[in-house]
């Protein structure tokens, strides 16, 4: 019997009406993988999504890695899956298909002359089955959201969890949800607010403006709020049964009425309200203890996020995380106008 010869091609998800449908119905899709967050990110940073599959023209969609093309001057040209994504597994299941996709890749990165592909699979096994240079490491947290409300709770840490959300609720925190436009202005302010305190520019507000337009119910805004003044907000995003936490922001000067973890709280009793399984923490740099512990706290459990590279073998290593750390003394003193203006220019280049 001869061996069959697979082909790979490439799809327009945003125009192939097949990718909505498979990302719908695979069980390993996440809500990064959807055309909602892929539209957000070509509006706001006009980056081309693709999606490379064995499946031909006209047939049933049965696997497919997405990437996003950036074109970028400051760091070179490259194919990401995908950016500003905590991770996006590649949906494909038969090791002669991912043999196939990962052969089309390598030759994508020559005849596109691209600096590099990056891959963020949430199986760690794949950088090492396709001899890929592993890039960033983070760490991942995740709580599940099926055991009773009182045993979540009795979960938390006492003094830096529990404590905090008793005091937050005799304090009488306010506590507002939705994604329109009056709640996205009380985020951004607080997001900027969270960006200073680190020296770090914002991702623009259109981005997230974008993501509200594209995924509208997958995407909420919670703001907790004391005496009239918005003190802490998340962003998270919903698919099928998880919710994503996405983005966090605070203002320090009320960091002791427990803020965060009231939020939290709330949107765990929100996610079982509406049968969610999973509440993903999302990534967490490595060597950020301080956070690392935040989401421990939580009775979430801790594993660890690779991301792959296919590079050319001549090409010098760049790495946009240390650009963005040489960068932070000139970020902090920046006025917040200039701020604003920096990471609406660098995020369409660092990803």
């Not at 995924?215 to 918005?230: D, E, F, M, S």
Request: charged share 25%.
């Amino acid at each position: 019997m001869s061996a069959i010869t697979l082909t790979t091609y490439k799809i327009n998800p945003l125009e192939d009406t097949r990718w909505a449908e498979f990302v719908e119905r695979h069980p390993r899709a996440s809500v990064f993988h959807t055309t909602g967050w892929l539209r957000g990110l070509h509006r706001t940073y006009g980056y081309e999504p693709v999606v490379f599959t064995t499946s031909p023209p006209g047939a049933t969609l049965t696997n497919g890695i997405a990437f996003c093309r950036i074109r970028s001057w400051l760091i070179g040209c490259r194919l990401v899956s995908l950016p500003f994504s905590d991770h996006c597994d590649p949906l494909v299941e038969s090791p002669a298909d991912c043999k196939e996709i990962f052969s089309s890749l390598h030759r994508s990165l020559n005849e596109e002359r691209l600096k590099y592909i990056e891959v963020r699979p949430l199986r760690s096994g794949l950088i090492e089955e396709f001899s890929m240079e592993r890039s960033n490491l983070f760490n991942i947290h995740t709580l599940d959201l099926r055991p009773p409300l009182e045993r979540l709770f009795r979960a938390f840490q006492k003094d830096s969890i529990q404590r905090k959300i008793r005091r937050a609720e005799r304090e009488g925190l306010g506590y507002e949800e939705g994604n329109s436009e009056g709640l996205l202005s009380k985020f951004f302010r607080l997001f900027l607010l969270t960006r200073r305190r680190h020296n770090l520019p914002p991702q623009p507000v259109e981005w997230f403006r974008n993501l509200i337009a594209s995924l509208r119910n997958q995407l909420t805004i919670r703001v907790a709020v004391h005496g009239g003044v918005p003190i802490a907000s998340i962003l998270t995003l919903s698919h099928r049964n998880t919710l994503v936490y996405k983005y966090g922001c605070s203002d320090a000067r009320y960091h002791h009425l427990g803020g965060m973890p009231f939020l939290f709280w709330k949107a765990i009793q929100e996610s079982k309200e509406q049968g969610l399984y999973t509440l993903d923490f999302g990534r967490s740099d490595a060597a950020n203890e301080g956070l690392n512990r935040f989401k421990d706290q939580f009775g979430a459990a801790r594993s660890t996020l690779t991301y792959g590279r296919i590079c050319v073998s001549h090409a010098r290593r760049v790495d946009e995380g240390f650009l963005m750390q040489v960068a932070k003394p000139i970020f902090a003193h920046m006025p917040n106008v200039v701020l604003t203006a920096a990471g609406r220019l660098l995020y369409r280049h660092i990803a």
